[in-house]
């Protein structure tokens, strides 16, 4: 048998256990896969799908509107640049829409797609130079874009390849030549320089408000998870808190009612609680709770689910469970915590929970199950606690 000795809680010790509980070191209990959680998996993947459709959509937009791009440098080139500076901007309002409605950075094949058009785009209007080489500047206008569409990592890669093939073309015209139909800026060097220069400056202020941004997106993210994660754990015992136990019981109804299948639930109540609170102190009775919390929780399940329900009071779900399963669970619930002893200063203190069970289907509404293991729990209190009422 083990025996858990504890002292009064002091401040720190309470910091110290609430530290060692704390939602950001137990949050792979909350993330643990269980049906409950799959159920919401399942959403959350069927969601990914989704956004993963609306990432290929949305690259092949960018795509079409760089296409746009292509058909306005032929209307500079050919020297009719109001229309191909009109083009041009109404090139980029698609895609400055569709970047916004993207929440997520594109993934790998969108990244390709934008990639890909965004460089061929760049490199033709850099190979066709224009009348008077003059719209070969539009080209400067790509710099920004690397960044805003393809973040700052794969951004910088595609920048990076946008510089080589400007140094080639600028300055090793000869080797692209077959493909160049308007030479560039020949023999003047400094113009060359200076378009560099300005491309190279666009791109580094590019990338430095792309990496802020990320960053800052990043760091937003982590607080809203750790958030999550705070919102819907227990501070004293690591378990689910009420609010987030209610989400897995509509998510288990929800799923009981798609696939048919039982589910179990468990109402558990430590007994006599008071005295120990009234005789040891508050934070006595918080170390009791906070160890049966993880009594319950070593002899679960990964797809199980406990909660700190009330004050002393602990709910379990059992996905696809019948009776008989939700008993046996209950009576190895009830003999882990019946085998804890702790000792505060000196005093041994054994702690024994009552159980109320019921096992619930499609047809039953989970708030009349809790009610009725709450009925049942009452029963077992009144038998003389320590035991185990069935529905
Ligand atoms: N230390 C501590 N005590 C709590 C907490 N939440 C509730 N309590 C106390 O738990 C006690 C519950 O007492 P009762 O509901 O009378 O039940 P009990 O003494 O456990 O008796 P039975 O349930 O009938 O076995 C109350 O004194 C509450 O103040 C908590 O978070 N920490």
Not at 75 to 99: D, T
């Amino acid at each position: 048998m083990t025996v858990h000795k504890f002292s009064p809680l002091s401040i720190e010790d309470a910091a110290a256990r609430r530290a060692a509980t704390s939602p950001y070191n137990l949050s792979h209990y909350l993330r643990r896969p269980s049906p409950v959680h799959a159920a919401s998996s399942s959403l959350s993947n069927w969601r990914l799908k989704l956004d993963q459709q609306r990432q290929l959509a949305a690259a092949l937009l960018i795509g079409m509107a760089l296409y746009c791009g292509f058909l306005a440098v032929e209307l500079l080139v050919a020297g009719r640049h109001l229309e191909g500076a009109g083009l041009l901007l109404l090139m980029v309002l698609p895609v400055l829409v569709v970047r916004r409605q993207l929440r997520s950075k594109l993934n790998w094949p969108s990244q390709l797609i934008v990639a890909s058009a965004i460089l061929l785009l760049y490199s033709y209007l850099l190979f066709k130079g224009g009348e008077l080489q003059g719209d070969v500047l539009w080209a400067l206008t790509m710099a920004p874009a690397f960044f805003f569409l393809l973040g700052h990592f794969w951004g910088g890669v595609c920048f990076a390849l946008a510089l080589v093939i400007s140094i080639v073309v600028f300055f090793a015209p000869s080797t692209v030549s077959v493909l160049i139909t308007a030479p560039l800026i020949e023999g003047d060097f400094v113009a060359k320089e200076r378009f560099l220069g300005v491309f190279l400056l666009l791109g580094a202020y590019s990338f430095l408000v792309e990496y802020d941004r990320s960053r800052v997106i990043d760091s937003l993210l982590s607080s809203r998870d750790k958030l999550r994660v705070q919102a819907s754990t227990d501070e004293l015992t690591g378990l689910a808190n009420r609010h987030h136990m209610r989400e897995c019981l509509s998510q288990q109804e929800r799923r009981c009612q798609q696939r048919q299948e039982r589910y179990g639930l468990i109402l558990a109540d430590i007994d006599r609680f008071k005295q120990i609170n009234d005789k040891f102190g508050h934070d006595c009775g918080d170390c009791v709770i906070a160890q049966v919390a993880d009594a319950l929780r070593n002899t679960l399940r990964d797809e199980d689910v406990v909660a700190r329900w009330g004050g002393e009071e602990f709910l379990v779900v059992l996905p696809d469970s019948d009776s008989e399963n939700a008993r046996l669970v209950a009576q190895k619930l009830r003999e882990a915590v019946a085998q804890l002893t702790l000792e505060y200063e000196g005093h041994a203190i054994y702690p024994t929970l009552s159980f109320g069970v019921v096992s619930g289907d499609q047809h039953q509404k989970v708030q009349d199950l809790i009610c009725q293991a709450d009925h049942c729990l009452y029963q077992a209190k009144h038998k003389g606690r320590d035991c185990i009422v069935y529905a």
